[in-house]
């Protein structure tokens, strides 16, 4: 039998697998849509006085209007649904607020970046200027205030509106906030971050390395150093991106 390299090969192909995820036509194949309608109740069978019919008899949850899903309960195409019904038509108009000519044509685009037109609805949009919260964007008011507080003001809040999502609370540093859309000024990692990320990383080795090794080579008891550099790509990106690195 011929010694197996291919463990190896499929190590290292698995790299570009991954790198060349965005050229893959969009992961929309979204699982099939929830039946919008509740199943039917089980119909309360009246001919069938058991024991506990003397309880109440359960209210027909069928009568009710079906209850709309929140935000996070969505699929993938409920949330394209309300995006193109609710949310895009309602921060068109805000938006124009701002500038009436600039955002006459507000498209997905504005928000999610190029990569819409290939299905790709990732966010926050790294495309979108950085942010630097520091003092309550300081810096920012100071560039452009008017926008800065018109983001304040109008966009993040409207967004929680038509979401229906709670708003940023900065105690528990949870809720719809600036950072839903826009990605934050890089700052350097501290060393406990980078630290995570190096025990995280994806080690790599030789078939026969692996095999003779004992404990194997791939675990905390026995790690391969190194170091790498890592590139975070656009969204959208393809594999002609991915080769022009
Ligand atoms: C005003 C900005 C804005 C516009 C315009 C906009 N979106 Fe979004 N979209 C967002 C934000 C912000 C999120 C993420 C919300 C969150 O953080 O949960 C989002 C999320 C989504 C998601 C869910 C992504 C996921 O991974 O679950 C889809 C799909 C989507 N948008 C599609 C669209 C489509 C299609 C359009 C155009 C018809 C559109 N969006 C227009 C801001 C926008
Ligand atoms: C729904 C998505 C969304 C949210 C939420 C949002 N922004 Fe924005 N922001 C945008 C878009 C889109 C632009 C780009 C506008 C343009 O094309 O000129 C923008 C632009 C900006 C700019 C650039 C101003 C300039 O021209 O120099 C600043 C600063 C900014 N936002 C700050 C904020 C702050 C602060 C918050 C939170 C309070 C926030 N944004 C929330 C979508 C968003």
Same mark, same amino acid.
Do not use: R, S
């Given at each position: 039998m011929k010694p197996t390299t291919r463990t190896l090969l499929a190590i290292s192909t698995l790299y570009f697998a991954i790198g060349c995820g965005g050229s893959q036509p969009a992961p929309e194949s979204a699982p099939p849509a929830a039946p919008s309608e509740p199943a039917p109740a089980p119909a309360p069978t009246s001919e069938a006085p058991a024991p506990s019919a003397a309880a109440p008899a359960e209210p027909a949850p069928a009568a009710a209007e079906p209850a709309k899903p929140s935000w996070n309960e969505m699929t993938k195409d409920q949330r394209k649904e309300l995006m193109k019904t609710v949310v895009l038509p309602g921060m068109k108009t805000v938006f124009q607020e701002l500038d009436a000519k600039a955002f006459?044509? *507000?498209?997905?685009v504005n928000c999610h970046g190029e990569g819409a037109k290939q299905g790709k609805f990732d *966010? @926050?949009? @790294?495309?979108?200027p950085k942010l630097d919260p520091k003092d309550g964007f300081a810096k920012h008011m100071k560039k452009s205030p008017k926008v800065t507080k018109f983001m304040m003001e109008h966009v993040a809040p409207e967004m929680v509106k038509l979401l229906n999502v709670p708003p940023y609370d900065p105690k528990t540093?949870? &809720?719809? &906030?600036c950072f839903n859309c826009h990605t934050m000024a890089g700052n350097d990692c501290t060393s406990a971050q980078a630290a995570f990320v190096d025990a995280a990383r994806t080690k790599y080795t030789t078939q026969a390395a692996y095999m003779m090794s004992s404990p194997p080579a791939i675990s905390t008891s026995n790690p391969i150093m190194g170091t790498y550099t890592t590139t975070q790509l656009m969204s959208g990106a393809t594999c002609a991106n991915v080769r022009s690195l």
């Open positions: 006459a044509d *507000m498209t997905c *966010m @926050p949009n @790294p495309k979108l540093n949870e &809720g719809f &906030g």
